[in-house]
Nanobody, 125 residues
């Protein structure tokens, strides 16, 4: 198992930037595909970004493409979500997730077995 703890959320003005982090417990972090999801007020949880085990492949949602990027540091057991040009509609609780899919090196669905507790990101207009 792996435990995930997000950090770095907060309040930012529209157009601003924020980097949130997710740190995992254990020594097998590099075995996990990592994902970022978000859930806004009254909305369903949606995919934001995913990154492969060694960081060689990433995918981001169309809604954040060109503004958000995902990266990881396996030596620090940490995955990052860099968010630029933030918009009020980016306001949400952001969750990181971990999975070990057998046949894929990234995962864009919510089929992750391990989730963090979430960190709030609020973008003011």
């Amino acid at each position: 198992q792996v435990q995930l703890v997000e950090s770095g959320g907060g309040l930012v003005q529209a157009g601003g930037s924020l980097r949130i982090s997710c740190t995992a417990s254990g020594r097998t972090f590099r075995n996990y595909v990592m994902g970022w999801f978000r859930q806004g007020p009254g909305k369903e949880r949606e995919f934001v970004a995913t990154i492969s085990r060694i960081g060689s492949r990433t995918s981001v949602a169309d809604s954040v493409k060109g503004r958000f990027s995902v990266s990881r540091d396996n030596a620090k057991n940490t995955v990052y979500l860099e968010m630029n040009s933030l918009k009020p509609e980016d306001t949400a609780v952001y969750y990181c997730a971990a999975a070990t899919p057998m046949y894929s090196d990234i995962l864009t669905s919510t089929e992750y077995p391990y989730w963090g507790q979430g960190t709030q990101v609020t973008v003011s207009s």
